[in-house]
Nanobody, 121 residues
């Protein structure tokens, strides 16, 4: 079992920024950021950013150009820089890891507990 821990969530106004962090133990693997809203149709867990073992990066269209994923392998920290946040970005954000490159698919084996992001208009 791999224990992941997210931090950095909070409440911001529309147009604001937040940086999420995820600490993971062990060797680098494929890692991703997901989010899940409180109400349908946003209850589906959405993959928003992923970074693979070879360093290639993938973003969901909903965050492309606003969010940036980065990984510090030496410190075992995964980041998600979120700019120009909008109310529709309000969700619980999770990081996930696996030895298989799942990209934005939520088949990852290891998940954190989540950190809440709330954006007000």
């Amino acid at each position: 079992t791999v224990h992941l821990m997210e931090s950095g969530g909070g409440s911001v106004q529309s147009g604001g920024s937040l940086t999420l962090s995820c600490v993971w133990p062990g060797d680098p693997a494929c890692m991703g950021w997901f989010r899940q809203g409180l109400r349908a149709p946003d209850r589906e867990r959405e993959g928003i950013a992923a970074i693979e073992v070879d360093g290639s990066i993938e973003y969901a269209d909903s965050v492309k150009g606003r969010f940036t994923i980065a990984r510090d392998k030496a410190s075992h920290i995964l980041y998600l820089q979120m700019n120009n946040l909008q109310p529709e970005d309000t969700a619980m954000y999770y990081c996930a890891a696996d030895v298989i490159d799942y990209g934005l698919d939520d088949k990852y084996n290891w998940w954190g507990q989540g950190t809440q992001v709330t954006v007000s208009s």
